[in-house]
């Protein structure tokens, strides 16, 4: 102790330096909604979360799923109509919607229906682990699975290797200022007095996306913000197709999924979007599709469910993957008219 | 494992505080399993060739300080650890380049070969440990250094992990009498090893990886217009001084925390205001290593002016080849060497700086030199970073006849990532010390050393983590 404070005798300068540093940080810590003015892909994650970890709605139907499933409409509800959530998030694997829904239920009361509307593709990662340690794709989606959970409720998530690798990655965010990493740069590019009338271009536009997520129920169409209005091209949709010829299966993150349900007594819907012409039927498409419908049959409280409609044409899709403007409209009015109402009737006989 | 990666984050604090607890004949075991657990997390099977050059080069060292009165014995265990250095370097690093290099070679004259080629990794840092411990047996057998026999000491100064993978390239003795002595460690040490490892990652993490960002797209242009190549160089220049002269500075602050001085390998090289100033101020522990045993071996001053161009050009292309297993650096470092030689007879008739000139003339002299000399340090290095020998012609090809126009948008980008970095470094410059920032009154200080550390926590990019010169 006594080597530690002379040594700041002798060096004020970083005591001075170390002091700003944790004030600093500290201050951070009492920001509401810092996330607001971060990227908007973090933003969003961390909306989400907020959802679950203050909002008191307890909701009927809870929806989960990845960033295509996110274009399904959710519904407020009244007295004659359950209320749905979208709880879907940008893609981080298909492991943790365990410890999602987990994450939940410790906040709500139990849904009566929980929704599996992710794309199948998740499930083609093959029994890679439940982090995919590819430096590149771990960097650019890290922040999903970071921030959507907190370190104690990540604990019982891995083990071993990646909780090792998880552990790190969680340490490097202990410093809010990298934590929230855009925020600070967009703070840093802002003029100050924008910044404080809340004009800062991240700001605006996280702000415009959680009233509109307000409004929907935790709905928001990619394909409105990223992507081309006129939709992808039959190229774009060849070269999906052509991906969705082979490839293999893992269904064992479903699997452990359907068994958590199952044990909370929760029933369950696995439903199926449609897809750009051409992909349903491919190999890929049909070994989850035989996945999905054996489980449905092996679990008593899981359904499977499919659009009327599974193909669409590419002009629905801005990438082939996420529904364009037009595209949305069409889903949701299959969605809110034909599934939904299943939905509802599943639901009919579960009491809260 | 690198520095600027969570990894290194828990393992340096770890072994610091067992360092800092233990006893002296400990702490060198500390490091040496240390520095053993740091080479070998990257890939531990390359640690058995970190471990051959040692033992190699201890037994050749103690069979020279036995033999010192049988010079042709002596000579022996000097020529088996030159040669079974050069044997690792050259199979582990050179194997594949002159095999094809041989195969097209051969290809036209009309010989279609199928040589096989390996198939593994480049052992990181292996230009560096086995320069190192060459030029201890050399000094051991030049006599100017005693061999250790306590081969712990000796794996020690071969492996030590601050600067095993990318330099200093020590010299024995300047580490070795420092591994086998008490250490202290002062405030000072402390200070000044923090300010350099703050410093380090900044033009690391903040300066180089940023600059990464915006010069990788443009050297992979094969139609990028001259005025952008010659940009890329310029920020090239600014990238491979922050990624070099930072891993140094890490190095060598770690070091400090430790109480062991390594050789400064950077004295702002890119204010030099001539070749010659500049080629002693840059990557000053490899440089100094190539005049100390390539370039005097070759000759001395009682040579032939002819012959001391031709051994200067030598050591410039040996520099090239050093850099990389591709004839891009070959042609690099040649055209370097030829730069340099031409500045050699220019010199005598440029205005040099002069007390019968005004101070205005003599700073308009000094600026002009030094803008002159980072051009032609820069334009070589076209042939540093480009993929192949065809790219840098294209890219050359561009600045000489389609220049076009540069957005100013990308001067603005370099000018706010580098303009931290060139006013420390300005600072350190005029004062001629390298830690004249401790002069400064409290408050800018303080505010400098914020300044580093949220550029780099903030700004820095942290998903291009590996050191450029890792693979060299």
Same mark, same amino acid.
């Given at each position: 102790m006594h080597l530690f404070t002379s040594y700041f005798k002798k060096s004020p300068a970083f005591f001075y330096t170390l002091l700003f540093i944790f004030i600093f940080e500290v201050f951070l810590h009492f920001i509401p909604n810092l996330y607001y003015l971060d990227g908007t892909g973090s933003f969003f994650v961390y909306y989400k979360r907020n959802v679950i970890e203050n909002y008191k709605e307890n909701y009927d139907?809870?929806?989960?799923?990845?960033?295509?499933?996110?274009?399904?409409?959710?519904?407020?509800?009244?007295?004659?109509?359950?209320?749905?959530?979208?709880?879907?998030? @940008?893609?981080?694997? *298909?492991?943790?919607?365990?410890? %999602?829904?987990?994450?939940?239920?410790?906040?709500?009361?139990?849904?009566?229906?929980?929704?599996?509307?992710?794309?199948?593709?998740?499930?083609?990662?093959?029994? &890679?682990?439940?982090?995919?340690?590819? *430096?590149?794709?771990?960097?650019?989606?890290?922040?999903?699975?970071?921030? %959507?959970?907190?370190?104690?409720?990540?604990?019982?998530?891995? /083990?071993?290797?990646?909780?090792?690798?998880?552990?790190?990655?969680?340490?490097?965010?202990?410093?809010?200022?990298?934590?929230?990493?855009?925020?600070?740069?967009? +703070?840093?590019?802002?003029?100050? *007095?924008?910044?404080?009338?809340?004009?800062?271009?991240?700001? !605006?536009?996280?702000?415009?996306?959680?009233?509109?997520?307000?409004? &929907?129920?935790?709905? +928001?169409?990619?394909?409105?913000?990223?992507?081309? *209005?006129?939709?992808? !091209?039959? /190229?774009?949709?060849?070269?999906?197709?052509?991906?969705?010829?082979?490839?293999?299966?893992?269904?064992?993150?479903?699997?452990?999924?359907?068994?958590?349900?199952? &044990? /909370?007594?929760?029933?369950?819907?696995?439903?199926?979007? @449609?897809?750009?012409?051409? +992909? +349903?039927?491919?190999?890929?498409?049909?070994?989850?599709? !035989?996945?999905?419908?054996?489980? !449905?049959?092996?679990?008593?409280?899981?359904?499977?469910?499919?659009?009327?409609?599974?193909?669409? @044409? @590419?002009?629905?899709?801005?990438?082939?993957?996420?529904?364009?403007?037009?595209?949305?409209?069409?889903?949701?009015?299959?969605?809110?008219?034909?599934?939904?109402?299943?939905?509802?009737?599943?639901?009919?006989?579960?009491k809260k | 494992m690198v520095f600027n990666s969570i990894d290194f984050l828990l393992f340096f604090p770890i072994l610091y505080f067992l360092y800092c607890i233990v006893k002296k004949r400990?702490?060198?075991?500390? #490091? #040496? =399993?240390?520095?053993?657990?740091?080479?070998?997390?990257?890939?531990?099977?390359?640690?058995?060739? #970190? #471990?051959?050059?040692?033992?190699?080069?201890? $037994?050749?060292?103690?069979?020279?300080?036995?033999?010192?009165?049988?010079?042709?014995?002596?000579?022996?265990?000097?020529?088996?650890?030159?040669?079974?250095?050069?044997?690792?370097?050259?199979?582990?690093?050179?194997?594949?380049?002159?095999?094809?290099?041989?195969? =097209?070679?051969?290809?036209?004259?009309?010989?279609?070969?199928?040589? $096989?080629?390996?198939?593994?990794?480049?052992?990181?840092? $292996?230009?560096?440990?086995?320069?190192?411990?060459?030029?201890?047996?050399?000094?051991?057998?030049?006599?100017?250094?005693?061999?250790?026999?306590?081969?712990?000491d000796f794996a020690l100064f071969v492996s030590y992990f601050p600067q095993l993978v990318a330099g200093p390239i020590e010299r024995a003795t300047n580490l070795l009498p420092q591994i086998l002595n008490e250490r202290v460690i002062t405030y000072e040490d402390i200070e000044k090893g923090i300010f350099l490892i703050l410093f380090g990652f900044f033009k690391k993490v903040y300066v180089a990886d940023n600059i990464s960002i915006i010069i990788d797209p443009i050297f992979a242009d094969s139609g990028a217009s001259g005025s952008m190549v010659l940009f890329a160089c310029i920020a090239h220049t600014f990238q491979i001084y922050g990624d070099f002269a930072g891993y140094s500075d890490i190095a060598r602050g770690l070091s400090k925390l430790m109480g062991i001085e390594l050789m400064r390998n950077f004295n702002h090289p890119l204010l030099s205001r001539n070749l010659g100033e500049f080629w002693r101020r840059w990557h000053i522990s490899f440089m100094s290593w190539l005049r100390d045993y390539v370039y005097f071996s070759l000759g001395d001053k009682t040579s032939s002016e002819l012959r001391k161009n031709i051994n200067n050009l030598f050591v410039f292309f040996l520099s090239g080849l050093w850099h990389g297993a591709n004839w891009t650096f070959v042609i690099w470092g040649s055209i370097s060497g030829i730069v340099n030689l031409t500045y050699k007879y220019l010199n005598p008739y440029l205005p040099g700086i002069s007390e019968d000139r005004n101070k205005v003339t003599n700073f308009i002299i000094h600026v002009s030199g030094i803008i002159l000399t980072f051009l032609a340090v820069t334009l070589p290095l076209i042939f540093f970073r480009s993929q192949s020998i065809e790219m840098s012609f294209t890219q050359i090809n561009s600045l000489l006849t389609n220049f076009g126009s540069l957005e100013p948008k990308l001067i603005s980008k370099l000018f706010k990532i580098v303009a931290l970095l060139m006013v420390v470094e300005i600072y350190q410059y005029i004062k001629e010390d390298e830690f004249s920032i401790f002069q400064l009154p409290i408050y800018v200080r303080t505010g400098l050393y914020l300044s580093l550390f949220y550029s780099t926590i903030i700004l820095g990019n942290f998903n291009q983590n590996a050191f450029i010169y890792f693979v060299f």
């Open positions: 139907i809870l929806l989960l799923g990845d960033s295509r499933s996110l274009s399904l409409m959710g519904v407020k509800g009244d007295n004659n109509n359950p209320s749905l959530y979208n709880l879907s998030l @940008p893609a981080a694997g *298909p492991w943790y919607y365990k410890y %999602l829904l987990k994450k939940y239920l410790n906040y709500h009361e139990k849904p009566k229906l929980i929704v599996w509307a992710a794309d199948p593709m998740i499930l083609g990662f093959g029994k &890679t682990g439940k982090l995919n340690l590819n *430096p590149n794709l771990w960097n650019e989606f890290k922040h999903r699975l970071l921030n %959507l959970f907190t370190y104690a409720e990540t604990w019982e998530q891995y /083990e071993g290797k990646e909780l090792f690798f998880i552990s790190k990655e969680y340490l490097s965010q202990s410093l809010y200022s990298v934590r929230f990493r855009q925020a600070m740069e967009s +703070i840093l590019g802002a003029r100050v *007095p924008a910044l404080l009338k809340g004009e800062s271009a991240l700001y !605006s536009r996280n702000k415009e996306i959680a009233a509109l997520v307000e409004k &929907t129920n935790g709905q +928001i169409n990619l394909g409105d913000f990223f992507f081309a *209005p006129e939709g992808a !091209s039959e /190229e774009e949709a060849k070269k999906w197709i052509k991906m969705n010829q082979s490839g293999d299966v893992d269904p064992e993150p479903l699997v452990q999924f359907l068994d958590y349900c199952k &044990t /909370e007594n929760i029933k369950v819907v696995i439903l199926n979007l @449609p897809k750009v012409i051409g +992909i +349903i039927n491919t190999p890929f498409q049909n070994k989850v599709k !035989s996945i999905y419908l054996s489980n !449905s049959e092996k679990y008593s409280n899981v359904t499977y469910i499919e659009f009327e409609t599974m193909e669409y @044409p @590419p002009s629905d899709f801005g990438e082939s993957i996420h529904y364009s403007p037009k595209g949305e409209k069409v889903l949701n009015k299959e969605f809110l008219e034909k599934i939904y109402p299943q939905m509802v009737e599943i639901t009919k006989d579960v | 400990s702490q060198n075991l500390l #490091l #040496l =399993v240390g520095s053993y657990f740091f080479y070998g997390y990257w890939d531990y099977r390359y640690l058995s060739l #970190l #471990l051959l050059s040692t033992v190699i080069d201890y $037994i050749a060292s103690l069979g020279i300080e036995n033999n010192r009165d049988n010079a042709h014995t002596k000579k022996l265990y000097l020529a088996l650890s030159i040669f079974s250095n050069l044997t690792i370097l050259g199979f582990f690093k050179y194997y594949n380049f002159f095999t094809l290099s041989a195969k =097209v070679a051969l290809q036209s004259i009309g010989l279609n070969t199928s040589p $096989i080629l390996l198939e593994f990794a480049l052992p990181l840092g $292996i230009s560096f440990y086995t320069f190192q411990t060459m030029s201890y047996t050399i000094d051991v057998y030049r006599g100017h250094l005693k061999p250790t026999r306590n081969i712990l």
